[in-house]
């Protein structure tokens, strides 16, 4: 099973199927065929150098102040 995986993965074939998969997707959705935008979550977006002491990748999630109560 891996060799075809791998063979279709180096000669392109495995990305071809994706990419009309996807097409035909988003065709089924009521979308164009490909995406032109994408759409930034900045919670969720991965930092370049961690802050002093913290060692996670990401951002911290935070409350807005109209759902915290205060």
């Known amino acids: 099973m891996h ?3 791998r063979r279709f993965r180096l ?3 495995w990305q071809r199927v994706h990419d009309k998969l996807r097409e ?4 089924k959705a009521g979308k164009k065929p490909t995406p032109f935008a994408t759409i930034i979550d900045s919670q969720s977006v991965k930092t370049d ?3 002093k002491g913290v060692l996670m990748g990401t951002t911290r999630a935070r409350k ?3 759902a915290s109560g205060t």
């Open 11 to 13: 000669d392109g074939s």
């Open 3 to 5: 060799y075809y995986y």
């Open 49 to 51: 150098a961690p802050k």
């Open 64 to 66: 807005p102040l109209a």
């Open 24 to 27: 035909k997707a988003r065709r």
